[in-house]
């Protein structure tokens, strides 16, 4: 039996944070904790805008971009529920932010995280899971394929598959699928990949070819094989 | 007037953390604190080893790197002096680490971090500061052209040049060159910016045709003018 699953696993089931320990942290220091709610396609800010406020992602799926002065854009990350984000080395923010569904975020004043040590470790945590994410990420745009990069782009949407925590098929035998939603354009997704949309495009029409995936829904892929398309993201 | 630079300077910049403040709030909450010199290509640890210790470069530089199961590898940091490294979300180290010059690193049991907020301080700060430069390097790997590539690569050697805090030249008119160590082999180069090892070659031939470059010694290249270089980033 195939089921639909709705979150972004980013990182291959690294992150753990809770949003419930940073809203306890933040509440118990300062009340300047506010949730929000904004629909998809909001840009919570953008790239340069003076960072005075750090988010906790409480609910829906949030991408950071970059762009290049002649429009060519990179997206960073892709966040889901208990990733922190907005926390700035610099004044200002150097990516910016935008809902790809609808999102709940928590907001702080960047200067009541300075004085909470809970606070604190609960954010390093996020932030390590975050850089071994973007590790990840670099090893897929400086060395993968354009096969292997869509293949790990729909293996991560599937949780506690693939990778050290990898349970293996849980159904009956012969059954392996598993629906999958992107939340994202073909172009979010080229922009994410390091590819052009054509490239996107043709590889999603080949792994269909080849029977790997079928497409239910423009932003919603059965992988009818996880195992397979495993295979196919060069970790093997 | 070209001057000698050996350090690294990752991030525009952004790294200002001291070694000597990370020492102090190690040694003032516990003494694990263990100073040690490697010599140049040392591993430090593994991808995979038990991520017991954390590390801090006070000397040298120092390569993250993590290899595909066929061989394939990708450098994703080059860490400089200040730089704290082998912190890990989860049990095992996700990366290797290996030293590009003689290093001298402090070492700090992992628990003794939980336990001191200072500590934790630094370490957020540091980690910020990495994660904004993974965040361009994602911009690099996933849409840089390879000229693009190498042009980034040499401007990060020359601090306080490129990007947003540039002071511009300051020598006289008609003088802007700098002479950078690269500390890397073409091929670690290749690894770093997601290129093959034939393709750097040829990029730094084609810039040292063009006069942009002139090539002191296999891993010492002068800039003959930093603001035509920094004209190639794609930042401009």
Redesign the interface.
């Known amino acids: 039996m195939a089921y639909v699953d709705r979150g972004f696993n980013s990182?291959g089931g690294?992150?753990s944070p809770t949003s419930a320990e940073f809203a306890r942290a933040g509440i118990q220091n300062d009340c300047t904790l506010r949730p929000a709610r904004h629909p998809q396609h909001s840009v919570l800010f953008y790239e340069g805008d003076k960072a005075e406020r750090v988010y906790e992602l409480d609910e829906g799926v949030v991408m950071?971009f970059?762009l290049?002065?002649?429009g060519?854009?990179?997206v960073?990350?892709i966040l889901n529920a208990g990733s922190v984000f907005g926390?700035?080395?610099?004044e200002v923010y150097?990516?910016s932010a935008e809902s790809l569904t609808p999102v709940k975020v928590s907001t702080l004043d960047r200067n009541s995280l300075?004085t909470s040590?809970s606070l604190?470790?609960h954010?390093?945590?996020c932030?390590?899971?975050?850089?071994?994410t973007?590790?990840?990420?670099?090893?897929l745009?400086?060395?993968?394929s354009a096969m292997e990069r869509v293949s790990t782009f729909l293996m991560r949407l599937v949780p506690n598959r693939g990778g050290f925590g990898c349970v293996g098929p849980t159904e009956e035998a012969g059954e392996d699928s598993r629906s999958v939603t992107l939340h994202m354009t073909r172009q979010e997704i080229a922009?994410y990949?390091?590819l052009t949309i054509e490239t996107v495009s043709r590889v999603i029409s080949e792994m269909k070819r080849k029977g790997l995936i079928c497409i239910d829904r423009q932003d919603q892929i059965r992988i009818v094989n996880i195992c397979r398309v495993c295979q196919m993201t060069?970790?093997?």
């Open positions: 990182g690294r992150i950071l970059k290049l002065p002649d060519r854009r990179q960073v990350e926390l700035s080395a610099g150097d990516c300075e040590p604190q470790r954010v390093t945590r932030l390590l899971s975050q850089l071994e973007l590790h990840d990420h670099a090893v745009l400086g060395r993968k922009d990949l390091g060069g970790m093997h």
